[in-house]
């Protein structure tokens, strides 16, 4: 073998290397999905490790995080390899590093500390988040709530997903974060019955191809009762970092609390790069329990990993 040779041979060899090194930026940052190119996927999580999921919950809220884990593990349903599950009060962005996909549920009370720590988790760490319900909409021990006499936050804190710091020196836009605003669970807006009643209609995005609603059927009817419904958000009218995969339509507007909903509301939003965070305001697991849709919690686990 001659100079020349051995030296396109290395040059080559290089090339290969900076485009695998590339592919694995690009699967990382959620870019490119490990599915979408054959047995890519095993190559990744061979050197990058299988895929742990990590159930993080607190003590009210929207959600059953008990019924989400057992969904997840089970053979005969989504067939997780590890999922784990842990008390928010117990959780730190150590700990969710360790993580390639976070489900948050079950946990109204949430410090303006910790929407930074999941936040952190997805921007400089590459994690995956998804935020269900109610999650997030009470505010932590330590926060300033009453902004009164504070010029200009009355104006800026309009929904319980932005926080301000108990010195109010500092706030954060976790709305922002998702695309969305938080307006209420829908049952405390009108009343609901003890029974399952049918509120509407679930419609896929147009195309029908997105990841977390793959091979859904394109309107199924979305049936709730008092204390497992949804959280009722709005999209920002501007927002370029939301993206509604699965709306409610109620068929008319609805009149509640002096407010009007519109006729569609999200009920899947994904927003950030590559898609990492996803927003469901009804929780997978209820769409199981009481609609049997289980398409939705296998493609929020499939869909979210890239698989």
Same mark, same amino acid.
């Given at each position: 073998?001659?100079?020349?040779?051995?030296?396109?041979?290395?040059?080559?060899?290089?090339?290969?290397?900076?485009?695998?090194?590339?592919?694995?930026?690009?699967?990382?940052?959620?870019?490119?999905?490990?599915?979408?190119?054959?047995?890519?996927?095993?190559?990744?999580?061979?050197?990058?490790?299988?895929?742990?999921?990590?159930?993080?919950?607190?003590?009210?809220?929207?959600?059953?995080?008990?019924?989400?884990?057992?969904?997840?593990?089970?053979?005969?349903?989504?067939?997780? =390899?590890?999922?784990?599950?842990?008390?928010?009060?117990?959780?730190?962005?150590?700990?969710?590093?360790?993580?390639?996909?976070?489900?948050?549920?079950?946990?109204?009370?949430?410090?303006?500390?910790?929407?930074?720590?999941?936040?952190?988790?997805?921007?400089?760490?590459?994690?995956?988040?998804?935020?269900?319900?109610?999650?997030?909409?009470?505010?932590?021990?330590?926060?300033?709530?009453?902004?009164?006499?504070?010029?200009?936050?009355?104006?800026?804190?309009?929904? +319980?997903?932005?926080?301000?710091? =108990?010195?109010?020196?500092?706030?954060?836009?976790?709305?922002?974060?998702?695309?969305?605003?938080?307006?209420?669970?829908?049952?405390?807006?009108?009343?609901?019955?003890?029974?399952?009643?049918?509120?509407?209609?679930?419609?896929?995005?147009?195309?029908?191809?997105? +990841?977390?609603?793959?091979?859904?059927? +394109?309107?199924?009817?979305?049936?709730?009762?008092?204390?497992?419904?949804?959280?009722?958000?709005?999209?920002?009218?501007?927002?370029?970092?939301?993206?509604?995969?699965?709306?409610?339509?109620?068929?008319?507007?609805?009149?509640?609390?002096?407010?009007?909903?519109?006729?569609?509301?999200?009920?899947?939003?994904?927003?950030?790069?590559?898609?990492?965070?996803?927003?469901?305001?009804?929780? +997978?697991?209820?769409?199981?329990?009481?609609?049997?849709?289980?398409?939705?919690?296998?493609?929020?686990?499939?869909?979210?990993?890239? =698989?």
């Amino acid at each position: 073998m001659n100079n020349k040779t051995l030296d396109l041979g290395l040059k080559a060899v290089g090339v290969i290397v900076l485009l695998v090194a590339l592919l694995f930026l690009l699967t990382w940052s959620g870019i490119i999905k490990c599915g979408s190119i054959p047995y890519w996927c095993d190559i990744y999580e061979s050197v990058m490790g299988g895929p742990r999921v990590l159930i993080v919950h607190g003590d009210d809220g929207l959600g059953d995080p008990d019924a989400l884990k057992l969904m997840l593990l089970d053979p005969q349903g989504v067939a997780a =390899k590890a999922v784990d599950e842990a008390s928010i009060d117990r959780v730190s962005l150590g700990n969710l590093k360790g993580y390639k996909l976070v489900i948050v549920d079950h946990c109204k009370k949430i410090s303006i500390d910790q929407l930074e720590m999941f936040m952190s988790y997805v921007n400089t760490g590459g994690g995956r988040l998804v935020w269900v319900g109610d999650a997030g909409t009470v505010a932590g021990d330590d926060e300033k709530t009453d902004f009164s006499d504070t010029n200009g936050l009355a104006q800026i804190v309009d929904n +319980p997903w932005v926080r301000v710091s =108990k010195n109010a020196d500092y706030y954060i836009n976790f709305d922002e974060f998702l695309g969305l605003r938080y307006v209420d669970n829908f049952c405390n807006l009108t009343n609901c019955s003890d029974n399952l009643q049918t509120v509407g209609l679930l419609k896929t995005e147009l195309t029908g191809n997105h +990841p977390l609603i793959f091979g859904l059927s +394109p309107a199924l009817s979305l049936k709730i009762k008092k204390g497992r419904d949804f959280g009722v958000v709005r999209q920002f009218a501007n927002s370029s970092n939301s993206n509604i995969v699965l709306s409610l339509e109620f068929g008319s507007v609805i009149n509640v609390k002096g407010q009007q909903l519109p006729k569609s509301i999200p009920i899947i939003a994904t927003s950030g790069m590559g898609e990492r965070v996803a927003y469901y305001a009804y929780p +997978p697991e209820f769409t199981v329990q009481d609609n049997n849709y289980m398409t939705i919690i296998k493609n929020m686990y499939y869909g979210m990993l890239g =698989k």
